[in-house]
């Protein structure tokens, strides 16, 4: 009896054994975690503050100037150039009233010189940047059958000039002077009393023209290319009158360096073609 006893507890502590044995498994080995590698970024883009660039220029300048001022636009990032454009004898008057600008382009030096006694432009800073030259233009169906300088005196005939205040209408009556020694002492006033309309800036004179609205008018070469519908009779050079542009950045400017960069590219290799393909000439 007291052996079967002894065996049933062998029996249960052995039983017991394997119960613990098989409900303890081993530890699994976990591999080691690397550590996360760090990507760089790249520094975010600085985006140039807007700056606006404030340009007056004569009329005549248009068309150049438009095109010059895209292109410095595209170079120089956030800045975009903004024109006005007039007779420059009014532009002249905006800016001694205190219109903002950074830029002045005139088609004569009587308006730059006004601005350097006013203080509003430095004398050294000032420099002739094209030349140009008048032409006569006439409507593309011609009907006043002009054909020479001289039809200009004829009777009945409706003329357009630029008014004698500006720049080009000084230049145009300064041509009738020279004129008056080939085609008589009297031709300049027979012209100007075909004239019907004064106007405030070559560009105006131009669309009277292009509208039919007078025979013939007296611009710039470089109006005349800017329009090539119209019809031209050549002023010879004995007869006249070249026109020098001065440009020059304004002493209160708010864009100092924008402005000296601007006139950079204006007087740059690029910058004389592009005035060049509108019809201007080099500084003479």
């Known amino acids: 009896m007291k052996y079967r006893f002894t065996n049933i507890v062998l029996l249960l502590a052995l039983f017991l054994a394997g119960c613990t044995s098989a409900s303890t498994p081993a530890p699994t ?23 606006t660039l404030t340009v007056f220029a004569a009329a005549s300048l248009t068309d150049a100037f438009t095109e010059i001022g895209k292109n410095f636009d595209a170079a120089n990032a956030g800045v ?23 830029v002045f382009a005139s088609a004569n030096n009587k308006e730059m010189t006004a601005l350097i006694e006013g203080s509003f432009v430095t004398a050294e800073s000032s420099q002739i940047f094209l030349s140009n030259k008048l032409v006569v233009i006439l409507p593309a169906n011609n009907p006043a059958g002009i054909d020479s300088l001289e039809d200009l ?24 002077d020279l004129m008056n020694g080939s085609f008589g002492a009297d031709f300049k006033d027979k012209v100007l009393a075909n004239v019907v309309s004064n106007e405030d800036n070559v560009k105006q004179v131009v ?12 611009v710039y070469t ?3 290319v800017a329009a090539p519908e119209l019809q031209t009779i050549e002023i010879p050079a004995e007869l006249n009158v070249i026109a020098k542009y001065p440009i020059a950045p304004l002493v209160e400017s708010a864009n100092a360096d924008l402005a000296q960069a601007f ?9 004389q073609a592009i005035l060049q393909k509108w019809g201007f000439a080099a500084p003479q």
Request: glycine fraction near 8%.
């Open 29 to 51: 080995e976990v591999p080691a975690t690397e550590a996360p590698t760090s990507v760089p970024t790249e520094a975010p883009t600085a985006i140039p503050e807007p700056r």
């Open 80 to 102: 975009t150039t903004t024109f006005n454009f007039a007779g420059s004898q009014a532009l002249r008057t905006q800016i001694q009233e205190g219109a903002p600008v950074d």
């Open 153 to 176: 005196a004829n009777a009945g005939i409706k003329i357009v000039f630029a008014a004698e205040e500006v720049p080009v209408g000084k230049y145009t009556r300064e041509a009738l």
């Open 207 to 218: 669309a009277k023209i292009q509208l039919g609205e007078a025979d013939a008018g007296i």
């Open 222 to 224: 470089s109006d005349a």
């Open 263 to 271: 006139i950079a590219y204006v007087l740059s290799d690029e910058g």
